[in-house]
């Protein structure tokens, strides 16, 4: 079975860490990107940071730069958002996606949600006090 499967969101303070996984089932992600989006109440989703599974490329939304790291575990199929700094702002579900052969700024910001060939289910993250 075809799936991505989001893990690590959670309840954390501002200015604490959450490692988000997106563990990837019944395919590889060679030649894929993999981006994490996140959707706030009340907000579009918007993509947060986005890697080339082969060539190691990526992208991140600038609000997240610096405090963000996306990274790829090949032996393990899956992709992590370390997640530093956090800020309430940053509470949203976050889901990871998963397209093959396309770029990390096309994927993150430019294609629509349509355009994705697959969706985990999400992980929620709130930074509160």
């Known amino acids: 079975q075809v799936q991505l499967v989001e893990s690590g969101g959670g309840l954390v303070q501002p200015g604490g860490s959450l490692r988000l996984s997106c563990a990837a089932s019944?395919?590889?992600?060679?030649?894929?990107?993999i981006g994490w989006f996140r959707q706030a109440p009340g907000k579009e989703r918007e993509g947060v940071s986005c890697?080339?599974?082969?060539?190691?490329?990526?992208y991140y939304l600038d609000s997240v730069e610096g405090r963000f790291t996306i990274s790829r575990d090949n032996a393990k199929n899956t992709v992590y958002l370390q997640m530093n700094s956090l800020k309430p702002e940053d509470t949203a579900v976050y889901y990871c996606?998963?397209?093959?052969?396309?770029?990390?700024?096309?994927?993150?910001?430019?294609?629509?949600?349509?355009?994705?060939?697959?969706w985990g289910k999400g992980t929620p993250v709130t930074v509160s006090s």
């Open positions: 996606a998963a397209r093959s052969f396309t770029t990390v700024q096309a994927m993150c910001v430019m294609l629509g949600s349509d355009a994705m060939d697959f």
């Open positions: 019944g395919f590889t992600l060679d030649y894929y990107a």
């Open positions: 890697i080339h599974y082969t060539d190691g490329r990526t």
